[in-house]
């Protein structure tokens, strides 16, 4: 019997079992049901930077592209010549930024960006953008050329123009660096005008770099420097001529070393040479004088007209140093020029030949000051006066 009822039981449960299989078979249980997301075929990313496509775009601010939607794969900014601009990534690959004050001016830059959506589709654009292209355009000219050999005392000086409001702005632009080291500054002339002097004369053979930084350079609302300037020049033996009136002879030292006195005759009463300290402005081996030049009327008794040889100019207004053969008698003796001052042919001929234009003339004992401004004159003034003339000297104390 007890065999009987355990097989009955074990029936009971196989019986239960293919039941409860039946049951599960017909769906009576929840069903799981998975499916895909549709795909956007295009990328749902967006490049956005409010300056692309436009013109008149400030080369000075820092500027941002970004990615809507998505994020910045790879960028790429580029002017006409293909030079790249560099940027970095910012935001977590969101944005682009490049930065202040790296652009041009008057340039058209390209952009190609490839930016990728959340679902990984990636889309590549193009665009690009222009900088300001001024309409007032600030030139100049610099006083010394590339390559050149100057004297000792030559100033770089730098010619606007237009009037500099923000002279500052110029000046922090402008920069001098020499082979050896040589203390000097710049000193506003005027409205237009800056030049640069050392401390002292410039040492004897020194390489003397100028670079005008003034490409994008703003010295007034709208007004734009358009150039970029650098002049390399050195200097030759120091050349230094004293002319003294009393004693009617000039010397000349080379190097600190006397290497010749020569007689020489300056202007006679009411017609003095300017003294001062000069630098040589000009060289010509042959030159017509005309005292038209200088207001004498032709039918004046000062009025004259001579063919000159070796003349070296000294002054705006008519100073040469130069030969005189007509005069040779008072060379030594008198002061019989017009204000110039008269050398023999040979002496006038070496001395042509041995100074460089920037080379110093000193004129002496003629009782009639040399006028600042009127050729190079520099050097007439003293070095904290000159200093002052910086737009970036210290603001003197109150």
């Not at 010619?159 to 920069?175: G, P, S």
Request: net charge negative; glycine share 10%.
């Amino acid at each position: 019997m007890a065999g009987h009822a355990a097989s009955h039981r074990r029936g009971r449960r196989l019986a239960l079992a293919v039941v409860l299989g039946a049951v599960l078979a017909t769906g009576c249980a929840p069903q799981l049901q998975l499916r895909t997301a549709e795909v956007p075929e295009a990328s749902q990313a967006v490049l956005v930077g409010d300056f692309l496509g436009k013109t008149e775009v400030d080369f000075r601010d820092e500027l941002v592209l970004s990615a809507q939607q998505g994020r910045l794969m790879t960028v790429s900014v580029t002017d006409a010549t293909g030079a790249e601009v560099p940027g970095e990534l910012a935001n977590g690959g969101t944005e682009w930024h490049i930065p202040a004050g790296i652009l041009e001016l008057s340039t058209q830059y390209t952009v190609k960006a490839t930016v990728v959506d959340r679902y990984g589709t990636a889309l590549t654009q193009d665009a690009a953008f222009t900088t300001i292209v001024p309409s007032n355009v600030l030139d100049y000219d610099v006083s010394v050329a590339d390559g050149a050999t100057y004297g000792v005392g030559m100033p770089i000086t730098i010619t606007f123009n237009k009037m500099i409001a923000d002279r500052a702005a110029v000046e922090q632009r402008l920069q001098v660096t020499t082979s050896t080291p040589v203390e000097g500054s710049w000193s506003w002339r005027g409205d237009r005008t800056v030049s640069y002097r050392p401390k002292e004369y410039w040492p004897a053979g020194v390489k003397v770099s100028m670079t005008a930084d003034l490409r994008g350079v703003e010295p007034e609302p709208g007004l734009f420097g358009v150039e970029n300037t650098t002049v390399n020049f050195q200097t030759g033996n120091a050349v230094i001529a004293t002319v003294d009136a009393a004693t009617h002879m000039m010397t000349v030292r080379r190097n600190g070393v006397v290497e010749r006195t020569v007689p020489i005759t300056t202007g006679k009463p009411g017609w003095e040479t300017r003294s001062g300290i000069k630098v040589i402005m000009s060289k010509q081996r042959h030159v017509i004088m005309d005292a038209s030049t200088l207001g004498v009327d032709k039918e004046d008794p000062e009025y004259y007209r001579l063919d000159v040889d070796y003349a070296l100019r000294i002054t705006s207004s008519g100073e040469f140093v130069h030969a005189a053969p007509w005069s040779v008698a008072s060379q030594g003796v008198a002061n019989v020029s017009h204000g110039c001052v008269g050398l023999s042919t040979a002496n006038a001929s070496w001395f042509y030949n041995s100074a460089n234009v920037g080379d110093i003339v000193q004129v002496i004992n003629t009782g009639r000051p040399q006028d600042r401004g009127n050729g190079i004159t520099v050097w007439n003034e003293s070095w904290d006066s000159w200093k002052a003339g910086s737009a970036l000297a210290p603001a003197p104390p109150a």
